[in-house]
């Protein structure tokens, strides 16, 4: 490895907060395990870091590296190939984008590395395994609630939707709208008036919700494919004195404060949809591939969600 390899290894590394992830006669772990995050921003990804690090930090043969891509392809490419040199027993990923990581997913399988995908996958399934959600279905879930929600305020199905769309070409940001427009398109008066991207940035929706209030004047209904952008909406909205005209849905469903459960307790969202962070399956499936040569993990893994509204809010998702 020349020098400049040498010094972006060095880099990334510190970036995730360690000098070295390579286990050694004198190291006291027998495992290093690599999380290649998309981006640390997002409160999901927090939450999914905060899970990783606390159910790899319960085995003390494990040492853990995170690395975050910063929503970069080209940085996460590059993590990953820091990753495969590093020789770990087990790289697990959340992807950016699934068409550009699949070259080097290929090249680590080919390691003799094993891969999870963590929540997304890549377009060829050159992975181990695959913790997934089914985007689809919860797609469906926030469209069926839409449905109810205007026909109780017109009586009939009918109302205009604004769309708040995540990163386009991510499997989540597609099936979503798939999802909620499999029941939309049932109902002739159902009307998505606009859609805008803000790549799952709070204040990048606030921004395109000013926008769009400014250029649309019958809003009932506002999806953002993820509760962030969803309270992005609400405050540009609020900003107009308009936020009571409208209902705001989301997905992401996270405990705590910020998180939407407690959004759609406080009425900030009229609903919102538990989006699972999937860490636990992937620490489960991980420490089944380090332990037992043995096991054969499924290709895939799904985990189920659930609608959440004011009269299902709970802190426990």
Known sequence: MN???????????VGAGWVTGCTSESSPYKYTVVFSQCN???????????????????QPDVRLVVMDAQQDSVRQIAEIETAIRMKPQL????????????EVMKRAT?????????????????YTSWIRVDNRAIGRMIGQFVVDALTKKYGEPKGNIVEIAGLKGVEAETNRKLGAHDVWDKYPNIKVVTESVANWSQSLAKDRMTEILSAVSQIDVVFGRSDPMAIGAYLAARERGREKEMIFVGIDGLSGKAGGINQVREGLLAATCVYPLCVDKAVEVGTKILHDPAFVPEKQYTISSRLITPETATESP
């Open 110 to 126: 080919e390691a003799h590395i094993a891969v999870i995908c963590l929540e997304r996958d890549i377009v060829e399934p050159d």
């Open 40 to 58: 640390n921003a997002e409160p999901y990804r927090a939450a999914q870091n905060a899970a990783m690090k606390k159910l790899w930090g319960e």
């Open 91 to 102: 790289i697990i990923v959340a992807p950016n984008e699934r068409a550009p990581l699949t």
């Open 3 to 13: 020098f400049k390899s040498w010094r972006r290894l060095l880099l990334i590394l």
